[in-house]
């Protein structure tokens, strides 16, 4: 895999960092030796996402953004790794503030969550749960109930929507539906990952953050629905494990600022490092965990956050840039979409490398928290 030497596999690794806070703290983890590789949890039996129609280039997003004139925006936009996003830029949308945006939005995400579960070609009677998620929803009914009116689902279907976790939330959703398998494998688990981005995204006004132009830049809208059945369900990815981890102190480094006239996701300029220092020791531990090391692992699954996030996570895990070349690619062509980011690049993963049978797969998750999620996968 042409791997750096910037994971050492030591059996003891230190780590001192500081954090948003500049206070100084230091971590010593031991690894297990020897460990088992875990049995199948659950399989991915099917996976869609949604591309849309509403493709805007930077060009595009810039001039509808007001930022055309913006050196500073130019600049970031030229540098942030996409080259086209699905928004919804329309005057009329742009106009509104965020709470004047929700009933649209709600309606687009239950229109999108449809498109991606019927890709899928699903019997829906089979499913026992349905898990849904978005970063940010004022709707009531919830994604999760109106999917269930409009399949007309059972009604005795258990549904779950999670709100507020964003580009961390895959793992925790994955995580969700291994463990219900586990209660019951005989009822499958459908996970529907929708985002708007483009609710959050406001004309620029002179007095703006700097970290409010990054966002515009980057984030997209997107959806992702994901079937996963008990082990030997199907000839799918197996789920071996997964974990979450939250880094202290970090709380401030991804939160959503909103008032009467605007709304943007607040970045800190050091999110990407400080997920970048966690990062190594995280994955190593994990993995031998589990019974495997960094060279077993044939197929690396980064958030594709931004372009400074995937640096910083590809020079922490000493990968190079054609082990993470999904991840880019996802970035380039859709930007980040939040919530189903990540199912995005194991779409790619499945679809355009073909993993071979056995051929073992990391996703790794960075997100609201700061989160780091990381789910291992066998093909």
Known sequence: ???????????????????????????????????????????????????????????????????????????????????????????????RNLQG????????????????????????????????????????????????????????????????VGCASAVPLMRLAAQTLQGDASRKVLVVAAESMSSILMPAREDDPRAKTVGSAIFGDGCAAALLGGDGASAGPAILASHVHQIPDTLEAVTLSSDAGDSHLELARELPEIAGEELADLVIAFLRSNGLKERQVSHWMLHPGGRRILEHARDALGLRDADIDVSWRALAEHGNVGTPSIFYVLHRTLKERNPARGDYGLLVTIGPGVSVGMMLLQF
């Open 101 to 164: 945006r929700a009933a649209e939005v709600e309606q687009e995400l239950l229109e999108q969550a449809v498109l991606a579960i019927d890709q899928l070609d699903v019997d829906l009677t089979e499913v026992g749960t349905l898990l849904t998620s978005s970063l940010y929803s004022l709707g009531c009914p919830s994604l999760a109930h109106r999917l269930i009116e409009h399949y007309r689902m059972s009604p005795s279907t258990d549904k779950y929507h999670i709100t507020g």
């Open 1 to 95: 895999m042409g791997r750096k030497d910037a994971i050492h596999p030591r059996w003891e690794i230190v780590i001192s960092s500081p954090d948003l806070l500049r206070s100084h703290r230091t971590y010593r983890r031991e690894y297990p030796r020897d460990a088992a590789t875990p049995r199948p949890l659950a399989r991915l039996i099917g996976l869609s996402v949604v591309d849309g129609t509403a493709q805007t280039t930077q060009r595009d997003a810039l001039q509808r953004l007001g930022l055309d004139e913006d050196e500073f925006a130019q600049g970031i936009f030229a540098r942030s790794g996409v080259r086209q996003r699905q928004l919804n830029l329309e005057a009329d949308f742009l106009e």
